[in-house]
């Protein structure tokens, strides 16, 4: 499998490494989810080089996980704001985080905690079956073959 083709894999996770599957992106996304927004803010934070974060930026733009917005005039000067579909990417970003917390944080804990607003208590990301609420594990899912299943193996022909 290459790189460029992940998209029209008939698998979900190579559709979405097609768009987020590279440590820039998932470290984009992980700033505008700690409030970052503008371009000067991103290089910053990330010491990346001009032209890969225009790039990265520009991928997430046209995938509609993130949308541009002008904020400043004389020179134009543009933020970035996740979309629904870049909100939707929240439990991926906590699911690193939370495995990272766990197994490379170093002996101070993790860096950075998570508070929920409503309650205000300390919570980490954790993964819920959607029709029951039970908390899940790998040991606790099977996957099943959906509707939009191709088999991707050729099939082989049998001679009458």
């Given amino acids: 499998m290459r790189w460029d083709d992940l998209g029209s894999e008939t698998c979900s996770v190579a559709r ?4 987020i ?3 820039w992106t998932l470290m984009i996304l992980r700033d505008c989810f700690l409030g970052l927004r503008r371009f000067e803010e991103f290089e ?3 010491g990346i080089t001009r032209h890969v974060l225009s790039d990265r930026l520009k991928k ?3 995938e509609d996980v993130l949308r541009k ?6 020179p134009v000067r543009y933020q970035y704001r996740l979309t629904e579909k870049g909100f939707d990417l929240y ?6 985080v939370h495995w990272g917390d766990n197994h490379r944080a170093d002996a101070r804990g993790a860096p950075i905690v998570h508070r929920h607003k409503t309650c205000g208590h300390q919570m980490h990301g954790a993964l819920v079956c959607s029709e029951c609420g039970e908390l899940l594990d790998a040991r606790a899912v099977e996957a099943v073959a959906g509707p939009g299943f ?7 022909r049998s001679k009458a």
């Fill in 16 to 19: 979405t490494l097609a768009v």
């Fill in 21 to 23: 599957g590279d440590r």
């Fill in 69 to 74: 917005e002008p904020y400043g005039e004389a």
């Fill in 150 to 156: 191709t088999d991707p193996r050729p099939q082989s």
């Fill in 91 to 96: 439990p991926v970003i906590m699911s690193i």
């Fill in 44 to 46: 910053a934070s990330l």
């Fill in 60 to 62: 997430l733009v046209s």
